[in-house]
């Protein structure tokens, strides 16, 4: 008897994995990972694309806000696509290949710069030694940004700033106003909106540095699209057509898609 149990055990073991391992195959996973913003609540994110995704066949949604935890998925190949930021992904591109094949769009662009700044007072770059940066991205992605504004002659420089870690670019750019930091690391976008809802903070500053332009954040896989990937890439690229996909897209940064 026990025999018995023992061998139907397992073989209800047996038919529960091919159950999950058929699931997990069945459908897309499409992986959010965006080092320059720090979305406040990942939960409300993952349902509102899950619903509307499942709405158009067997696609699911992962946002990840641990960059050791995402690059492990994609080095697994666990997801299908990828959802990240251009200069992220430049990063990533030195561990594993990654092609764009969608380019998130704002307002009609595809491109925008990180730009540094600071109170008109602060004229100088070296006047940044020891100094406090406040930026909404990792401290590590942070310095990297930093060595693009500033080149690797202020290594020293950059290693004496601390980075003060903010919920958002907007934040960022209040906390120079307010006297938290002596500087900040914002897109141009955000910038400009600090020029709309704070004028007088916004006049207040000047930029010290800025990044190349890069596109905003894109849509990457690892190999070939196959049908199911496609048809994925074709429903993220409509949502801005929807009002809630557009709404959607809005809580990544962007109003919409354009294929590469």
């Given at each position: 008897?026990?025999?018995?149990?023992?061998?139907?055990?397992?073989?209800?073991?047996?038919?529960?994995?091919?159950?999950?391992?058929?699931?997990?195959?069945?459908?897309?996973?499409?992986?959010?990972?965006?080092?320059?913003?720090?979305?406040?609540?990942?939960?409300?994110?993952?349902?509102n694309f899950d619903d509307y995704l499942s709405k158009a066949g067997?696609?699911?949604?992962?946002?990840?806000?641990?960059?050791?935890?995402?690059?492990?998925?994609?080095?697994?190949?666990?997801?299908?696509?990828?959802?990240?930021?251009?200069?992220?992904?430049?990063?990533?591109?030195?561990?594993?290949?990654?092609?764009?094949?969608?380019?998130?769009?704002?307002?009609?662009?595809?491109?925008?710069?990180?730009?540094?700044?600071?109170?008109?007072?602060?004229?100088?770059?070296?006047?940044?030694?020891?100094?406090?940066?406040?930026?909404?991205?990792?401290?590590?992605?942070?310095?990297?940004?930093?060595?693009?504004?500033?080149?690797?002659?202020?290594?020293?420089?950059?290693?004496?700033?601390?980075?003060?870690?903010?919920?958002?670019?907007?934040?960022?750019?209040?906390?120079?106003?307010?006297?938290?930091?002596?500087?900040?690391?914002?897109?141009?976008?955000?910038?400009?909106?600090?020029?709309?809802?704070?004028?007088?903070?916004?006049?207040?500053?000047?930029?010290?540095?800025?990044?190349?332009?890069?596109?905003?954040?894109?849509?990457?896989?690892?190999?070939?699209?196959?049908?199911?990937?496609?048809?994925?890439?074709?429903?993220?690229?409509?949502?801005?057509?929807?009002?809630?996909?557009?709404?959607?897209?809005?809580?990544?940064?962007?109003?919409?898609?354009?294929?590469?």
């Amino acid at each position: 008897m026990n025999r018995i149990f023992v061998v139907f055990f397992i073989f209800c073991l047996s038919l529960t994995s091919i159950f999950w391992s058929t699931r997990s195959h069945a459908g897309v996973t499409i992986c959010f990972y965006n080092p320059e913003t720090n979305i406040d609540n990942f939960a409300t994110l993952r349902t509102n694309f899950d619903d509307y995704l499942s709405k158009a066949g067997e696609f699911n949604f992962q946002p990840f806000d641990d960059e050791k935890v995402f690059e492990e998925n994609v080095m697994q190949k666990k997801c299908h696509i990828y959802l990240l930021s251009s200069w992220y992904l430049e990063t990533l591109q030195q561990k594993v290949s990654l092609k764009i094949v969608l380019i998130g769009t704002y307002k009609g662009n595809t491109t925008q710069s990180k730009l540094l700044s600071a109170k008109k007072e602060l004229s100088d770059i070296s006047m940044l030694k020891n100094t406090t940066v406040a930026s909404a991205s990792s401290e590590s992605y942070t310095r990297s940004v930093l060595e693009r504004m500033l080149g690797i002659k202020n290594k020293a420089l950059i290693e004496s700033i601390k980075i003060f870690k903010v919920p958002r670019d907007m934040e960022a750019l209040l906390a120079v106003g307010y006297g938290v930091a002596t500087a900040a690391i914002s897109t141009e976008g955000s910038l400009a909106k600090l020029g709309l809802i704070n004028p007088s903070q916004s006049q207040q500053l000047h930029t010290l540095g800025a990044t190349e332009k890069n596109y905003f954040l894109v849509a990457a896989t690892s190999d070939k699209p196959n049908k199911k990937q496609m048809q994925a890439l074709e429903v993220l690229e409509k949502m801005a057509a929807n009002s809630t996909g557009g709404k959607n897209l809005n809580l990544l940064g962007i109003d919409g898609w354009t294929s590469k």
